[in-house]
């Protein structure tokens, strides 16, 4: 029974669901993420916050993934994305993110970002046992979604489920509103799912094969789903 529960949770995961087979494993096994969406409305303000970034990151082992801006290395696939950009940081601990975020060098540079613009920040669990940096360039398919009839995902999850395997992507996040942790802002009761690809031409691969296009609307059935592609970076050793 269990065994087959975590299947499903995987299936549904992998598909842009909640995936709480992740409750299963340690807290210690797990990385953990900065995912921030944000609008801008000083950019002189931000720039000076953003300076004082790389050196915090360093000292509390985070790293960029992804960052980056509508138009400008993220594409929104479907429904409305109301910011301006995305931000994807990761941390070789569950706990990275919190150390990271309530450091009082983070809370100075905090101070700084005031009158920035608006931000929404969430902490999100890893997978288990996923603690190494990517390679290559990646691509990341994240997904923000409220879903109202999980029932309905199982013919979508059948389909999407083997055709994200063989475009050799895999799961960085995945998880319900009680997995995720909100730092800053407004959030909701949305689940976040984000798919690594090994390149964004792999990731485009994916998402523009008719097989995959024909079983969306099954998923849209389900809920509201905003769908972004994001261009990764590798991250330096």
């Known amino acids: 029974m269990i065994a087959r529960f975590f299947a499903a949770a995987l299936a549904l995961s992998a598909v842009f669901s909640h995936a709480s087979a992740q409750q299963a ?13 944000g609008t801008t409305t000083n950019t002189e303000v931000l720039g000076k916050y953003a300076r004082t970034l790389p050196a915090i990151y360093e000292k ?10 509508v138009g400008r290395g993220v594409r929104v696939l479907e429904g409305e994305f109301k910011q301006q950009s995305v931000i994807l940081a990761k941390f070789p601990d569950v706990g990275g993110p919190n150390t990271f975020w309530w450091s009082p060098e983070y809370r100075q540079s905090a101070e700084i970002r005031k009158g920035a613009g608006t931000f929404n920040v969430l902490k999100l669990k890893g997978m ?49 509103r009680k997995d995720i942790e909100l730092l800053e802002g407004e959030f909701g009761n949305k689940n976040v799912n984000i798919l690594q690809f090994p390149s ?4 485009r691969k994916f998402y523009e094969d008719p097989a995959y296009q024909k079983v969306i609307p099954i998923r849209q059935s389900a809920g509201d789903y905003v769908l972004l592609e994001v261009e990764g970076f590798q991250p330096r050793n």
Request: no cysteine.
């Open 60 to 69: 509390y082992q985070g790293y960029y993934l992804a960052s980056g801006g």
């Open 128 to 176: 288990p046992g996923d603690l190494g940096k990517p390679e290559g360039r990646p691509a990341y398919l994240i997904s923000i979604a409220e879903i109202r009839d999980r029932e309905k995902l199982k013919p979508y999850s059948d389909v999407a489920g083997p055709l994200v395997k063989a475009a050799g992507a895999k799961f960085v996040s995945a998880g319900g």
């Open 200 to 203: 964004l031409e792999a990731l």
């Open 25 to 37: 494993a340690p807290e210690a096994a797990r990385p953990g993420y900065l995912f921030v969406m």
